[in-house]
């Protein structure tokens, strides 16, 4: 389809005729050097040159906390929230976090559909933008460059005084309507390279992470790791949760809530009766690699890491998933090779 | 209710900043009070009562009488709550405990120290059996009012046994490691919405150590960010100097 040039003195003009049309969800600055989704207010506030936000679109389609269910205590009762399609735009979405969504989809149809999950993803338009890679990003070596277009449905790479504006579907299309815009007739700018590299596709990770089921480097890592669980919690293709029961101060009504979890804490693993089944730090980061390049990977063939580098670049000890999956590539090549 | 919890509350080495009273509770006292019939209560009643459902207890464990009081309220109560990070942990008083004891008796009351007689303050886990926790200093009101009410309706209250890095998380904060500070939240137990760094300010530890805590991790990861293995150490000591040894 079409490729647009939007120059920079109008991207704020561009935010405000996507406004005008549909809720708008974009990168702000958070604290001091932090990044956030949230929705557009004022168009200025919107960062779309970024390395990357503290948690992912996830967000808004499996909220870090939500309500499954209120009740009544007195009448014995209870009620399902209603969840509707969220309608929006998310704007400003780096490759990888698309993928991470279209991998979430994958999850969540599959087996048991995620009735609320899958609600709110209907609508979502998601206009893309370029990234330069930092020292955490490694979404190259999982087959998704920074320029990658998947799942979008508008794309913004980076130019010379702009943006190459790219519509991928008839959605994206859409937007644009009564938003004149010249054609980009230049090619595009070559991608920035990465910093940081899974050398070996998925088809032989899969036996080299067979092959460093025992390794020592899950001992090492643990003796380093907090299991402090934020490395979970940040990744965009994680979706484990607890559910929790909260009543109210009258003891007449409550709610179930559903919130974020993950398999790096040991709480996640202590089941009833407090038996906790990964007591070992090292046995719960092996289970968190495998399931980022094992288990799910095994049935689709894909990595289910989209190379954001969020666990790595929020591990307060230094813990990296790139270092991990490399030292048994190294390993297993120093055996079988 | 037909027949409501007999409730009493309790004070020892603290800074009473946890008392029912005390705390920021507003509307929700009133409601609170609805649910019990508080029946000791030093800082509002006169008398003594022979049984109680609920005993809500705050304050570290620091001279024989307190060990006395204690055993006396274990025995009269069926559960027994310990209110904030004093009675949970032994809180700050236990800062006291990593030197000699003499030291520090000498240090507070001079040539006086033989009229006050000091042991190293304990949390109240360390003498009598604690059913329940509220955590925090001063105590999480959050907390307080989930374990009210669980024990209103008489179901064992869930102590959060995740890191306060987890609250932090669902919040989208930014890490507060990201703007230079060094934090404790890795290792300490969540529960209190991961206030301090939602405000931009680093977690103390207020709360306690997770359960099996990598104490030796956290004091690596606060050496790389720039302190000195020996601060390091009395960052980790503030609230839980205790636990850091072993006791609890
Ligand atoms: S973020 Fe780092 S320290 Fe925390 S659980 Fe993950 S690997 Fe361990
Ligand atoms: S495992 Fe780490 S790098 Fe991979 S998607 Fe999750 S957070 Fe990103
Ligand atoms: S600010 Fe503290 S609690 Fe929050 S993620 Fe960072 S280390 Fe954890
Ligand atoms: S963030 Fe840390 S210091 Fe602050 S209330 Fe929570 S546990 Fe206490």
Request: aromatic share 8%; hydrophobic share 40%; charged share 25%.
């Amino acid at each position: 389809m079409a490729r647009f040039y939007l120059e920079k003195g109008k991207v704020a003009a561009f935010i405000a005729h996507l406004q005008s049309q549909k809720t708008v969800y974009a990168p702000h600055r958070k604290g001091r050097n932090a990044f956030a989704f949230a929705p557009v207010e004022r168009p200025e506030d919107v960062v779309l040159d970024y390395p990357r936000t503290v948690s992912s679109i996830k967000k808004y389609f499996l909220p870090a906390r939500e309500e499954l269910l209120s009740f009544n205590l007195v009448e014995n009762t209870c009620a399902q929230p209603a969840v509707a399609p969220l309608d929006a735009v998310f704007l400003g979405v780096h490759s990888y976090d698309v993928h991470a969504v279209l991998k979430l989809d994958h999850n969540f149809v599959a087996g048991n559909p995620e009735r609320n999950y899958l609600t709110r993803r209907q609508g979502a338009l998601i206009v893309g933008v370029g990234f330069t890679p930092d020292r955490f990003h490694f979404s190259g070596s999982v087959g998704i460059p920074a320029g990658d277009t998947t799942g979008c449905d508008l794309f913004l790479h980076p130019c010379e005084g702009g943006y190459a504006l790219e519509a991928l579907t008839p959605g994206g299309e859409g937007l644009l309507a009564g938003f004149p815009l010249p054609a980009h007739a230049a090619g595009l700018p070559a991608a920035a390279p990465f910093h940081q590299h899974i050398y070996v596709p998925q088809a032989k990770l899969k036996d080299v992470l067979a092959h460093g089921y025992d390794s020592e480097v899950w001992e090492e890592e643990a003796e380093k790791c907090t299991s402090c669980g934020t490395c979970n919690l940040v990744c965009p293709t994680c979706y484990c949760f607890d559910v929790e029961d909260a009543v109210d101060i009258t003891v007449t009504r409550g709610s179930r809530e559903r919130h974020w979890d993950g398999c790096l804490l040991r709480s996640f693993t202590e089941v009833a009766g407090g038996e906790v089944f990964r007591e070992e730090p090292a046995d719960r980061q092996r289970h968190r690699v495998f399931r980022k390049f094992k288990y799910i990977s095994d049935e689709t063939g894909e990595p289910w890491c989209v190379g954001c580098g969020r666990c790595t670049a929020s591990c307060t000890a230094g813990i990296s998933i790139v270092s991990i999956v490399n030292r048994l590539v190294n390993d297993y090549d120093a055996v079988k090779a | 209710m037909a027949n409501k919890p007999r409730v009493g509350i309790f004070d020892f080495t603290g800074c009473e900043g946890c008392e029912l009273n005390q705390l920021n509770f507003e509307d929700q006292l009133l409601d609170i009070l609805e649910h019990v019939e508080i029946v000791e209560w030093r800082e509002a009643m006169d008398g003594r009562s022979e049984e109680l459902d609920i005993a809500f207890v705050e304050g570290a464990l620091s001279t024989p009488d307190c060990i006395k009081r204690i055993h006396e309220i274990r025995r009269k109560t069926k559960v027994l709550v310990a209110l904030g990070a004093c009675a949970v942990q032994g809180g700050i008083n236990a800062l006291k405990n990593i030197r000699p004891i003499e030291q520090v008796r000498e240090e507070v009351y001079g040539q006086d120290k033989y009229l006050f007689p000091t042991l190293p303050a304990l949390p109240l886990s360390a003498v009598v059996k604690v059913d329940v926790n509220v955590r925090g200093c001063p105590m999480t009101q959050l907390e307080f009012l989930k374990v009210f009410t669980a024990l209103v309706m008489g179901k064992a209250p869930i102590e959060p046994g995740n890191s306060v890095c987890t609250e932090c998380k669902l919040k989208d904060n930014e890490c507060v490691y990201e703007k230079g500070m060094i934090c404790l939240g890795p290792v300490t137990r969540a529960g209190c919405d991961a206030q301090c760094p939602t405000f931009g300010q680093y977690c103390t530890g207020c709360r306690g150590l997770v359960p099996e805590p990598n104490v030796e991790a956290m004091q690596e990861i606060l050496v790389a960010h720039g302190l000195s293995m020996d601060d390091a150490r009395k960052k980790l000591q503030l609230f839980n100097a205790n636990q850091l040894e072993g006791v609890s």
